[in-house]
């Protein structure tokens, strides 16, 4: 049983660049979500999904777009990446809003 | 709007002592408060829900809605224990699961 993943579990960016996390989860969830992890500042939510064709934003959507095509995957994009957005996310998901959530493992980011 | 609050960043306790780990949350419809753990390099996980009324690993957790609290609560801590700590919340209405800041426990032995 995959649960969550998400690739890749680490990535160096230069300032500027651009790039696409990974989730996919397998248990035909319909909630997903994207955090990023900041120490000293928690869980902030960056951008959200309650099912397939449907995204929004959270506490923190700038610099980041996310869409969902299918039921199983909603990756993350970072446009141009900026020092600001070193950190690590996590992706989320759960039958519903208020259901037991399932996070991947993290992916740990660090823009130069 | 959603809100959640961890006073404390940081909370140290000795093995054996009772552990209490605050939450406070602001929500203006029917709430669903969470508590999600995430040991040394393991995954983050739910570990318990006030609409369950369950205790796990000896934690419990008991939502009022008068204070607008969500403490998490241990009789007796073990070393084990050490972790951070995530209050969550959602509710009726909602499409956000908003997380506080987090609260780090570490065990003294």
């Known amino acids: 049983n995959a649960g969550v993943t998400q690739t890749p579990k680490f990535q160096v960016l230069k300032t500027g660049q651009s790039m696409t996390l990974q989730c996919a989860q397998d248990m035909n969830h319909e909630y997903m979500s994207w955090y990023r992890q900041d120490p000293g500042m928690g869980l902030r939510l960056i951008h959200y999904?309650?099912?397939?064709?449907?995204?929004d934003q959270g506490e923190v959507p700038n610099g980041y777009n996310v869409s969902r095509s299918t039921t199983e995957d909603f990756p993350l994009r970072l446009l141009s990446a900026a020092p600001s957005q070193t950190s690590v996310y996590f992706c989320?998901?759960?039958?519903?809003?208020?259901?037991?959530?399932?996070f991947g493992q993290g992916t740990r980011l660090t823009v130069v | 709007a959603q809100r959640v609050t961890q006073p404390e960043k940081l909370l140290s306790v000795f093995k054996g002592a009772p552990v209490e780990l605050k939450c406070n949350y602001s929500y203006s419809g029917s709430p669903e408060l969470f508590w999600y753990v995430q040991y040394s390099r393991q995954r983050l996980q739910l570990l318990l829900r006030?609409?369950s009324r369950e205790s796990i690993k000896g934690f419990t957790a008991d939502l009022n809605k008068g204070e607008t609290s969500f403490h998490l609560k241990k009789p007796f801590a073990q070393e084990e224990d050490s972790a951070m700590y995530y209050c969550a919340l959602s509710g009726q209405g909602a499409q956000k699961l908003v997380f506080g800041q987090g609260t780090r426990l570490t065990i003294n032995p």
């Open positions: 006030h609409i």
């Open positions: 989320a998901s759960s039958y519903r809003v208020t259901g037991h959530a399932f």
């Open positions: 999904s309650v099912g397939a064709g449907i995204t």
